[in-house]
């Protein structure tokens, strides 16, 4: 069973947004200012939101949005009537951004109302936010919020050129001393120093809250800097769109599953939760990018490779999560 994150909605599902302005904020970064369509104000949100918007043309009235594609609200301290997102073109994905890109004023979308996964820390602390890339989205929006309200906080930037930066100069303007920025050029050894960077987990009054959104290998870095500087799993929150990509050298695996009497062929660039559904099973699964833990299953059989962040150590000795994770055994054995 898929548990859809916007399966209930109030009155106002979906959001009708039509485009005011579309620009581009760097060579493959386009900015979009969304308002009502109907006119009036929008559903509020906080730092960290994000909306769900319908990239393709089909049934909106379901309880989600077809060929939907989540892009983080910036606007957090000015939300005037106006939703602001951007949106980066991917020229091997599956068309949606090319969509999003191609937009101009006047056009119209179908939009979820704003949801938050990676809401802010409603404690005192200080906070820690590491962007990479197109990251910076839903970190530039807490990092207004924060700097509002005075708040103790860090903000590091990384991108591989100054050009490459979406709102380089907007996060010099609200974060001033508070914006420190990285620019590797494509030498990683001049890249963001994560472990200074990140340092401790401070405590009581001192303690601090580290978020991190980008390029994958960024939010695998900073979790794993984190955890060996000892700090809590619960101070360390990230953000990931979009289903994992497969990882070159994965191959296919065998997959039987124990209770159900199948045994399932998983080829090399699909995952087990998507084996499980073509071949007829109704599995338990959320996310689908090994963040929520819904999917995971007791392992009887086998050796997995390990790809979720939802798991904990003594958890991966005897389940995994079949929406990311995959086989270092030809052959894995489930409960399922």
Request: with cysteine.
């Amino acid at each position: 069973m898929n548990h859809e994150p916007h399966a209930t909605h109030n009155a106002r599902w979906p959001l009708e947004l039509e485009v005011v302005a579309s620009v581009p904020l760097t060579a493959g970064i386009r900015g979009l200012t969304l308002r009502s369509a109907a006119g009036g104000a929008l559903p509020g949100f906080s730092a960290g939101a994000h909306i769900g918007v319908q990239t393709g043309v089909k049934d909106s009235t379901a309880a989600s949005l077809d060929d939907e594609r989540s892009y983080s609200l910036i606007n957090s301290t000015d939300q005037s009537g106006k939703y602001e997102i951007a949106v980066k073109l991917e020229p091997n994905g599956r068309g949606g951004s090319r969509r999003m890109h191609a937009l101009r004023p006047g056009d119209r979308i179908r939009a979820t109302p704003p949801k938050n996964d990676f809401a802010l820390h409603a404690g005192p602390h200080e906070t820690v936010l590491i962007a990479g890339g197109i990251g910076i989205t839903p970190i530039l929006s807490m990092a207004r919020t924060l700097a509002a309200s005075s708040a103790r906080f860090q903000l590091h930037y990384a991108c591989r050129t100054p050009e490459d930066a979406a709102f380089r100069q907007e996060v010099a303007r609200s974060c001033g001393a508070h914006a420190h920025l990285y620019f590797d050029h494509g030498d990683p050894s001049r890249g963001m120093p994560l472990a200074q960077v990140i340092g401790s987990s401070g405590a009581g009054d001192m303690a601090r809250h580290l978020y991190v959104c980008g390029p994958r290998p960024l939010i695998d870095a900073v979790i794993a800097t984190a955890r060996a500087l000892q700090w809590p799993a619960d101070h360390v929150h990230f953000e990931l769109f979009g289903a994992p990509m497969a990882a070159s050298g994965d191959r296919a695996c065998r997959v039987e599953l124990r209770r159900s009497g199948r045994t399932l062929e998983v080829a090399p660039g699909q995952s087990i939760l998507d084996a499980m559904i073509a071949g007829g099973l109704d599995p338990l699964f959320d996310c689908r990018r090994g963040e929520c833990g819904v999917c995971a299953l007791r392992v009887l059989e086998g050796r997995p490779d390990h790809r979720d962040y939802a798991l904990g150590t003594e958890e991966r000795e005897h389940q995994m999560c079949v929406c990311v994770s995959r086989s270092h055994t030809e052959t894995l054995v489930l409960d399922a």
